[in-house]
């Protein structure tokens, strides 16, 4: 190893603090760093190559090392590296809210710049309350999510967030925000305490949590709804058929906002621009990120419908929010060039063509002991790993720990595939490879998850 790389893993282990990390599982060994990418692939700094079966974080959707989306970012930076949006547009982000709009359903028409996915959750919680003020609904402030869901890391966003050890180091969080039951039909059984539904039963039993949940805070309380039309966390939960469009009445008939947190969903993770496309159903608001620029500069947004921009259009009233940085030129830049490859590429398409085999590769998988379910959507896949696949047993904290961080993450790497090993549910391993993957990176994601699970089965 030269020098130059000694440094790099002595500066990583001594003066970067890393995102959702245990140090100490670093002690005794260098810190894994990755210094480049081709396509589907990245490579370690000693060379190694990894298959990138999580897209970077369901980010790099047209895979590493595009060069035109780096000439972009330097054309744009040569030209204005920066400009705020505060009382200015810039040509950038201006054509890329009018493209963004034209690709969105019905009539979300307004695009609100972050710099990623959290904050966009953060400025439509914050819309959400201050649309309802002046409307003459001063009371409906509060929010409702599913259990297990992820939507972010900001206070506001954190308090929608259900996952409980997540929250907890931070509380008191932002009051107001309401927990219902997700989508895992899997689990439905004991999560409703209802035997055998079938996946519409269970769907519109969940919607209807929905519709309790607001009836029991009052509907004159209730500003929103925030749900992904895949949830991340937990594993992959696909909506069952007909969730989104109760879900759509419910908020309807009691003047409540649906957003839809497309943070991961949306920019052809599941074959469509915005997975509310997928599943045939049009919130009021969308938030998104990290796709939008397959990561190669960093943005996000909130895309409203032009209804909720109405009281803003007169007067002096102004949405007091906003990020310095928000619809940077760069990042916007690169989004568009980014767009560009969807459209050229047919990227949607590749994905939608592609989506049964890739599900077929992991369906393989199921002879396996471990395995108790494969659910996903698109290039958005999880895998939950159970005791006893006929019981659905799950694994206890120790044995999860011992599972997931003891052995699986760690085996999965070293066997040259990059992806989740997750238990902010039940344990799950997820997928989501750029969208340029096919079925040689199916088949090798498959074989090596075959190869990986059946060691942890001996070990267990």
Same mark, same amino acid.
């Given at each position: 190893?030269?020098?130059?790389?000694?440094?790099?893993?002595?500066?990583?282990?001594?003066?970067?603090?890393?995102?959702? $990390?245990?140090?100490?599982?670093?002690?005794?060994?260098?810190?894994?760093?990755?210094?480049?990418?081709?396509?589907?692939?990245?490579?370690?700094?000693?060379?190694?190559?990894?298959?990138?079966?999580?897209?970077?974080?369901?980010? =790099?959707?047209?895979?590493?090392?595009?060069?035109?989306?780096?000439?972009?970012?330097?054309?744009?930076?040569?030209?204005?590296?920066?400009?705020?949006?505060?009382?200015?547009?810039?040509?950038?982000?201006?054509?890329?809210?009018?493209?963004?709009?034209?690709?969105?359903?019905?009539?979300?028409?307004? =695009?609100?710049? &972050?710099?990623?996915?959290?904050?966009?959750? %953060?400025?439509?919680?914050?819309?959400?309350?201050?649309?309802?003020?002046?409307?003459?609904?001063?009371?409906?402030?509060?929010?409702?999510?599913?259990?297990?869901?992820?939507?972010?890391?900001?206070?506001?966003?954190?308090?929608?967030?259900?996952?409980?050890?997540?929250?907890?180091?931070? %509380?008191?969080?932002?009051?107001?925000?309401?927990?219902?039951?997700?989508?895992?039909?899997?689990?439905?059984?004991?999560?409703?305490?209802?035997?055998?539904?079938?996946?519409?039963?269970?769907?519109?039993?969940?919607?209807?949590?929905?519709?309790?949940?607001?009836?029991?805070?009052?509907?004159?309380?209730?500003?929103?709804?925030?749900?992904?039309?895949?949830?991340?966390?937990?594993?992959?939960?696909?909506?069952?058929?007909?969730?989104?469009?109760?879900?759509?009445?419910?908020?309807?008939?009691?003047?409540?906002?649906?957003?839809?947190?497309?943070?991961?969903?949306?920019?052809?993770?599941?074959?469509?621009?915005?997975?509310?496309?997928?599943?045939?159903?049009?919130?009021?608001?969308? &938030?998104?990120?990290?796709?939008?620029?397959?990561?190669?500069?960093?943005?996000?947004?909130?895309?409203?419908?032009?209804?909720?921009?109405?009281?803003?259009?007169?007067?002096? &009233?102004?949405?007091?929010?906003?990020? $310095?940085?928000?619809?940077?030129?760069?990042?916007?830049?690169?989004?568009?060039?980014?767009?560009?490859?969807? %459209?050229?590429?047919?990227?949607?398409?590749?994905?939608?063509?592609?989506?049964?085999?890739?599900?077929?590769?992991?369906?393989?998988?199921?002879?396996?002991?471990? =395995?108790?379910?494969?659910?996903?959507?698109?290039?958005?896949?999880?895998?939950?790993?159970?005791?006893?696949?006929? &019981?659905?047993? $799950?694994?206890?904290?120790?044995?999860?720990?011992?599972?997931? /961080?003891?052995?699986?993450?760690?085996?999965?790497?070293?066997?040259?595939?990059?992806?989740?090993?997750?238990?902010?549910?039940?344990?799950?391993?997820?997928?989501?490879?750029?969208?340029?993957?096919?079925?040689?990176?199916?088949?090798?994601?498959?074989?090596?998850? /075959?190869?990986?699970?059946?060691?942890?089965?001996?070990?267990?």
């Amino acid at each position: 190893m030269t020098q130059p790389e000694n440094d790099v893993l002595k500066a990583a282990q001594d003066n970067l603090w890393l995102h959702f $990390t245990r140090h100490s599982a670093y002690q005794q060994s260098e810190i894994p760093t990755i210094v480049r990418g081709e396509g589907s692939y990245v490579y370690d700094i000693h060379g190694k190559r990894y298959l990138d079966g999580l897209a970077g974080l369901f980010v =790099v959707q047209v895979g590493h090392g595009r060069q035109e989306l780096a000439d972009a970012a330097a054309k744009q930076a040569q030209e204005l590296a920066f400009f705020p949006l505060w009382s200015y547009a810039h040509p950038k982000a201006a054509e890329l809210a009018q493209r963004l709009a034209a690709y969105t359903p019905g009539e979300l028409n307004r =695009v609100f710049f &972050t710099t990623g996915g959290g904050e966009a959750v %953060e400025s439509a919680w914050k819309l959400a309350k201050q649309y309802y003020k002046l409307v003459g609904k001063p009371l409906k402030h509060k929010v409702i999510s599913r259990q297990i869901a992820y939507h972010g890391t900001p206070q506001g966003a954190l308090s929608i967030t259900g996952i409980p050890a997540f929250k907890e180091m931070f %509380e008191p969080l932002v009051p107001g925000s309401i927990r219902v039951p997700n989508t895992n039909h899997y689990r439905a059984d004991e999560i409703s305490g209802i035997k055998g539904m079938t996946p519409e039963e269970y769907g519109f039993w969940a919607a209807e949590r929905v519709a309790r949940a607001i009836e029991m805070e009052g509907p004159d309380t209730v500003a929103a709804v925030f749900a992904e039309p895949v949830q991340n966390a937990g594993g992959c939960f696909p909506p069952p058929p007909g969730y989104f469009q109760r879900l759509r009445e419910i908020c309807d008939e009691y003047d409540v906002l649906l957003v839809s947190d497309e943070v991961i969903c949306a920019f052809g993770r599941l074959g469509t621009m915005f997975g509310g496309q997928k599943f045939d159903y049009v919130p009021d608001i969308i &938030t998104c990120a990290k796709g939008l620029t397959s990561g190669y500069s960093p943005i996000g947004a909130m895309i409203a419908h032009e209804r909720l921009f109405e009281p803003f259009k007169s007067g002096d &009233t102004m949405f007091a929010h906003g990020y $310095t940085f928000g619809g940077h030129p760069v990042s916007a830049a690169v989004a568009l060039a980014n767009l560009d490859i969807f %459209e050229r590429e047919d990227l949607l398409g590749h994905v939608t063509t592609n989506e049964p085999l890739f599900k077929a590769a992991l369906d393989g998988l199921s002879d396996l002991p471990i =395995v108790g379910d494969v659910r996903g959507s698109g290039y958005f896949w999880g895998i939950e790993l159970v005791k006893d696949k006929a &019981t659905k047993e $799950t694994f206890n904290a120790e044995e999860s720990e011992r599972l997931l /961080r003891g052995f699986l993450s760690k085996a999965l790497f070293e066997a040259g595939l990059y992806c989740r090993a997750d238990d902010r549910g039940d344990p799950v391993i997820q997928l989501a490879p750029p969208l340029i993957a096919g079925p040689e990176e199916f088949d090798e994601i498959a074989s090596t998850l /075959r190869a990986v699970l059946t060691e942890a089965w001996a070990r267990l």
